[in-house]
């Protein structure tokens, strides 16, 4: 009998294009050796030119789909991602801070509580074509309620800036900001640099000692596939937590797939084009001499 993966549950909304969203988390769960299971917040109608529509998914829909996954499947990590509206926030934080809802893969916190370990955050705001995707009361909520219940957040330096006040623009910012997010509650962070001139990330996170922090430096991929990157990024730290790595090492490795998956990609229609999320299928194709490329 085949060894059972680790299971992801990823809450976020849906890219039909498949490049971010729900659909891309699933595609790098399943590039890590894990099992995905899904629960969408919003609808969107988009491409790679941009985000055009989104149709948030009633919150009732949300908590219930949640309660019945928690109740069936032992869940070893959740990743978050695009949740659109204050009340979708106020769902996944009810869901998260209540022991009845996870009678599975329980683990127990500060307040004695039960919850679900190795929670991953990535606090998305508004898409890389600049589209709202929370509104402000819906920002607000993050921060008080699911910045404190998370293992680790994973914002970008835009995100960083947007939720700690703080302008972000180099390495000094980034710790200047993660500094800011463990003051609100957070407990680890990584600060992602994909859009500075460098693409440094910084990983910091509290100890009995105080605060450590470590920095990821990697030369900037010239590619014009790279719509999803947060998403991978988070979705595959979620995975690496699930299969028991630290914080670093998991830090490192999702770095390395993402830019692993830009380098990999492919021409995806009009605008910025997708990471290929399964670039080891191709490389595992060539290494048998199979040829071929991933559809």
């Known amino acids: 009998m085949a060894e059972k993966p680790p299971v992801i549950l990823t809450i976020a909304g849906f890219d039909p294009s498949s490049g971010a969203g729900i659909t891309a988390d699933i595609k790098t769960i399943a590039a890590h050796g894990c099992y995905g299971l899904a629960c969408i917040t919003a609808m969107t109608v988009q491409s790679t030119s941009g985000v055009r529509r989104v149709e948030l998914v009633d919150p009732a829909l949300i908590t219930e789909t949640l309660e019945e996954l928690a109740e069936d499947i032992e869940i070893a990590a959740v990743h ?3 949740l659109g509206s204050a009340k979708v926030v106020n769902a996944v934080a009810d869901f998260l801070s209540s022991p009845s ?3 599975q893969g329980r683990r127990y916190g500060a307040n004695g509580q039960a919850r679900l370990a190795n929670i991953v955050l990535d606090p998305i705001l508004k ?3 600049g589209a709202d995707l929370l509104d402000a009361a819906g920002t607000r909520i993050l921060i008080e309620r699911l910045l404190p219940l998370a293992d680790v957040v994973t914002p970008n330096v835009d995100e960083a800036s947007a939720l700690t006040g703080a302008k972000v623009e180099d390495l000094d910012g980034m ?8 003051e609100m509650g957070s407990s680890a962070v990584v600060i992602t640099g994909g859009h500075l001139e460098k693409a440094i990330d910084l990983l910091s ?4 000692k105080g605060v450590e922090q470590e920095v990821f430096r990697a030369e900037r991929q010239k590619s014009n596939s790279t719509h999803g990157t947060g998403c991978a990024f988070s979705t595959a730290m979620a995975c690496h937590l699930a299969q028991e790595r630290g914080l670093a090492e998991a830090a490192l490795l999702a770095k390395t797939y993402v830019t692993a ?8 229609g009009k605008g910025i084009g997708p990471v290929n999320h399964h670039y080891r299928m191709s490389q595992q194709r060539r290494a048998a001499g199979l040829g071929g490329q991933e559809s």
């Not at 996170?205 to 009995?208: Q, R």
């Not at 998956?261 to 995806?268: C, E, K, R």
């Open 80 to 82: 978050i991602g695009m």
């Open 101 to 103: 809802a996870r009678p």
């Open 127 to 129: 898409s890389s074509s």
């Open 175 to 182: 710790k200047a900001a993660a500094a800011k997010l463990h």
């Open 205 to 208: 996170f509290t100890t009995t």
């Open 261 to 268: 998956a830009i380098t990999n990609g492919h021409p995806l």
